[in-house]
């Protein structure tokens, strides 16, 4: 890296100007885990959690977080969000969160989908955190994005 594009001459923070980019395809992908105990995990196979259907209410707060980015980061670019998908699976010490995101644009879904597993990891937390107050998101992190001047790239 020659410099870090985000900031002006001056030092200050600055949205990059994309202007000039031509719009490509983009997909990036990301996930997450939540560990939660084993009377949650039981709980969440039998679907006797309290609040109700937690998988259910974080795919929904997952993929809404995916399209409120640039209200959460300040220097992130205002994109649409052509697809988002967010697949969580009950494990036997907790659940696995796995998101997708895809737009057309002149800038990456990197953040999107990292937004989208954070707030499905959040939501998960809130769900059972009356039964479980141990709860513990345990990871989130980008697995793969194509698309764009950098390509393709894919967590080994």
Request: aromatic share 2%; proline share 3%; charged share 25%.
């Amino acid at each position: 890296m020659t410099g870090f594009t985000h900031l002006d001459g001056a030092g200050h923070a600055r949205m990059v100007d994309v202007t000039a980019k031509e719009p490509t395809a983009r997909r990036a992908t990301a996930e997450g885990f939540v560990a939660c105990a084993p009377h949650v995990i039981e709980a969440l196979r039998s679907g006797d959690v309290p609040k109700g259907d937690v998988l259910a209410v974080a795919r929904v707060a997952g993929i809404s977080a995916a399209k409120r980015v640039p209200d959460l980061l300040p220097l992130a670019h205002v994109i649409g969000i052509h697809g988002c998908t967010v697949d969580l699976e009950i494990h036997d010490d907790g659940v696995a969160i796995t998101t997708a995101v895809s737009t057309a644009d002149r800038t990456g879904v990197e953040m999107e989908a990292l937004t989208a597993a954070s707030v499905a990891a959040l939501a998960v937390v809130d769900m059972i955190k009356g039964v479980d107050r141990g709860a513990e998101i345990r990871s989130v992190r980008v697995t793969s994005k194509t698309g764009g001047r950098s390509g393709t790239w894919e967590r080994a």
